[in-house]
């Protein structure tokens, strides 16, 4: 596509498509003779004329790209380009932040209302009561220590008379989005007004954008200061860790994260009664497929395969569910902590590996080290 | 033969690789496009047989072909075609399609009408510049 929009070609425009020239062979023209015969019925009857080959000048067209089918997928065809591009529409008008985007993320949102209270100890002696969303973030206020600057940046976004002058400096902007004209256009013609097309499309996708984060600022507002902080901290980390209940941030996937807990130590025993100290682990699952737990650190288990980082716990009869929800997140955790705390039994010598030494089988990962 | 024995004939002979044939037009377009030539060449095909004529032979000189890599089929504009198709109606004759460069087009029809039965072989192999002065001293020698 770009080889032809910085060639020195021609393209007709006509009816919302591109035609580029022609190019012949004997059979290729053999068809066009037949194509362009006089007297030929129409090749989709019934539906609206869309010509496949144009006679322009005396030359010949054949359609080949739906423009509106490339503007619209052009954040797939060139994901380069069209970030290059968004990323110097948003620099040219302060846009970089998006900490709007990741408030609004429904899995964050589970993780920190849903499934963290259910983890963590909320109330102080006998007192057992729900705990409401504000009362979460007071509570994660409290516990984690804040930095200054997330304060200073809270009182920021509550005040969005900035933003709603940026939303109505970019709806003057805006421009109106106008199909080429019909007819010849040399490459450099429709390269100018691809690239205009498609900041038209960057400035409405952005003015949506900001349109619902100056509904979530609007929100804020009538929430506390600290609250905001609190929420700007997370988003802007992406990690938190209170009473060894956590997540963080993939790197890879945008927007997806580990939930994890941490089993502490735990002394499991062997056949012959003798007890094994095992060190404190992350057991974790992701909010992307597959939904298994799986130990974050190095470790070593009879439920473990190897003695390596990121591995699924060995559960037999546990079945995966198919999405990411508050309650299917607190079972895998609670199944993936109750399986390495309590499955092993020193009877059955159940799992990949046993704690004690046999010689029954080459033994491949070694538990003396953890013998008490 | 049952029916099923011709059926299965069908299928094994459709499912064996066919060589790729040389294709007159495919080789002259090709041509064409490398040499970038022009309307102009067909005057100089006209006047061929014209220049070959006299002293414009020289017997010493020996050319080789020149080794040339074809696409596997080719599509032109417009005035490629027409200059492709007009050279392939101004020649016409079973040689063309071996042609290497433009020498060996103007070359093609005068070789052609001394000798019409060269070899497939032979005609990859040598230039025809090289072939038409070798059956140019034959035809010489037998008068």
Known sequence: MWQLLNSDMEFLVESDFIYLPLLLDPEIEKEVQA????????????????????????????????????????????????????????RKYQLTREVEGILLDDTLKTILFQVMPYFIRKNRGLQRNKLTDEEILDLVGATIDIPAKYYKEAKTFRNVEHLKALLKGLENQKPIFKPPVNGLLSAHQLRDWFHEAVHAKILAHEHDRLTKALQIRL???????????????IADTGSMEIDGFGFTRKIAYKGEYYVYKRIGEYVLKDYSARGYLFPDCRVAVSTYTPYRPFVMEKYKHPFLLRHKSGQEICMKHFVPPNEFTAENAIRI???????????????????????????????????????? | MTFLQHIRNERAQQRKKKPLKRDVFNQICSLVREYDLKE??????????????????????????????????????????????????????AYLKFANSPAE???????????????NQKLMRYHFETLFLHEYAKANREI
């Open chain 2, 105 to 119: 087009i103007l070359l093609c029809g005068p070789l052609y009408c001394l000798n019409p039965s060269l070899t």
């Open chain 2, 40 to 93: 102009n060449f067909l005057s100089v095909l006209d006047n061929v047989e014209v220049d070959l004529s006299g002293d414009n032979l020289k017997f010493t000189r020996v050319r080789l072909k020149t080794s040339m890599e074809n696409s596997l089929f080719s599509l032109a504009t417009k005035d490629e075609y027409s200059l492709t198709m007009s050279i392939i109606g101004k020649v016409d004759n």
């Open chain 1, 35 to 90: 194509l362009l015969r006089p007297g030929r019925p129409t090749e989709n009857p019934g539906h609206p004329v869309s010509k496949t080959i144009i006679t322009h000048q005396d030359k010949h067209f054949v359609k080949a790209l739906s423009i509106h089918s490339v503007l619209e997928n052009y954040e797939v065809i060139n994901a380069y380009d069209y970030k290059r591009r968004r990323k110097e529409f948003l």
């Open chain 1, 333 to 372: 955790l609670e199944e993936g902590l109750t399986a390495l705390r309590y499955g092993y039994d020193a009877r059955r010598r159940n799992g990949y590996h046993t704690l004690e030494r046999t010689w029954v089988y080459i033994p491949t990962i070694d538990f003396e080290d953890y013998r008490i």
């Open chain 1, 219 to 233: 929100q804020f507002r009538q929430a506390k200061p600290e609250h905001a902080a609190t929420l700007l901290y």
